[in-house]
């Protein structure tokens, strides 16, 4: 069953590995949440009281039509845009008023949905300028996230010599590099082949696996509810439906509003 406003459940890992729908208490704090949130771009309400949590070692996939406020409300929520209203809690500790760079290093990580590489210089140069940035001493360096996101070949290459799927590869090393307790990614799936894109969610699910919570949008939805443990439906700015992966592509509201032509590809953006 499908709720139609999630305010008040995540999934959280229980202790034998497995993922269980349970309710926020004290005993199971999110690692990251977004409460009565309301951002306004240009004088207009593009997030409206939106209210979502996210637990550790969980998916979140936020799902909408072009102009749902998806971007908005992931640049309110790693703190690139200021609130109207509401509040953005990590780990129990309103960060609503800190800037980007603050929450990097408190631990969130960001894959935003405009190009955001250092053109000009290597992809090692890219891992290693924001390495700096985030001031955290890695166990895992460039070099090796690199490789795990099949970078290792082009360290010496300008990223503005990539391909778009590597530039994205590119964006997430780099989130990785801070060690991130929570990891928002804007549309990681494009610009990738299909196999690829495979290849990603499987890494955002080994994250998830190793206590990472995960928020991510994206417009290929088959792979985003194969990734997800839980996604939400954002249509005008609010939360219209919460789910698991198959209650969700099957929710009448769901599949009106948005999927429509999910069961022959792409929807519609």
């Not at 590995?17 to 306004?40: E, K």
Request: some cysteine; hydrophobic content about 40%; proline content about 4%.
């Amino acid at each position: 069953m499908v709720d139609t406003a999630h305010r008040d459940h995540v999934m959280a890992p229980s202790r034998d590995g497995s993922v269980t729908s349970t309710a926020v208490s004290a005993s199971t704090a999110p690692r990251l949440v977004a409460r009565d949130v309301v951002v306004a771009l240009r004088g207009t309400e593009v997030v409206r009281g939106v209210t979502l949590s996210l637990a550790e070692g969980e998916v979140v996939g936020v799902l909408g039509p072009s102009g749902a406020g998806k971007t908005t409300l992931f640049r309110a929520m790693v703190g690139e845009l200021r609130l109207v209203s509401g509040r953005i809690e990590l780990e129990g500790q309103d960060v609503s008023r800190e800037p980007l760079w603050q929450r990097v290093r408190r631990g969130v990580g960001y894959v935003p949905q405009t190009p955001s590489v250092l053109w000009d210089l290597t992809v090692e140069q890219n891992l290693e300028t924001f390495e700096r940035f985030a001031r955290v001493a890695t166990r895992v360096g460039a070099r090796e996230w690199a490789r795990r996101v099949e970078l290792g070949e082009r360290l010496g290459i300008a990223a503005g010599e990539l391909s778009g799927g590597e530039r994205r590869r590119l964006e997430l090393a780099r989130a990785l590099l801070g060690r991130p307790k929570v990891l928002v990614c804007d549309e990681p799936f494009a610009g990738i082949d299909p196999a690829g894109a495979e290849r990603m969610g499987d890494l955002l699910r080994g994250l998830a696996a190793g206590g990472t919570a995960v928020v991510l949008a994206d417009h290929h939805v088959a792979e985003a509810l194969r990734v997800c443990d839980r996604a939400v439906l954002l249509v005008d700015g609010k939360i219209e439906a919460s789910g698991a992966p198959e209650a969700f592509r099957e929710h009448p509201l769901v599949r009106r509003r948005y999927l429509g032509s999910l069961d022959q590809g792409r929807p519609n953006s």
